[in-house]
Nanobody
């Protein structure tokens, strides 16, 4: 079983950048496909990005494609989400999650979740 802890959230002005980290413990993060989701107040949790376990293939929602980059460092057991050109609508709690199968963008396919980190973008 893997435990996930996110960090790196904060307050940033529109157009700025943040890098979120998701540190894994208990198991190697490379044992899982991992993803980032976010949830804004009053909205459902939505898929942001994911990275495959073996191929390192990456997937993004249309709303963040070209601005966000997901990556993984197996040696450090960490998954990152680099967020550039941030917009007010990116404001949300961001969650890291890990899965062993299922649809990439389906939150129900993910078995393990972190506690979330708040990202606030001021306009």
């Amino acid at each position: 079983q893997v435990q996930l802890v996110e960090s790196g959230g904060g307050l940033v002005q529109a157009g700025g950048s943040l890098r979120l980290s998701c540190a894994a413990s208990g198991r190697a993060i490379s044992d899982y496909a991992t993803g980032w989701f976010r949830q804004a107040p009053g909205k459902e949790r939505e898929f942001v990005a994911a990275i495959n376990r073996i191929s390192f293939g990456t997937y993004y929602s249309d709303s963040v494609k070209g601005r966000f980059t997901i990556s993984r460092d197996n040696a450090k057991n960490v998954v990152y989400l680099q967020m550039n050109s941030l917009k007010f609508e990116d404001t949300a709690v961001y969650y890291c999650a890990a899965r062993t199968g299922g649809r990439i963008s389906d939150s129900n396919a993910y078995d393990y979740w972190g506690q979330g980190t708040q990202v606030t973008v001021s306009s």
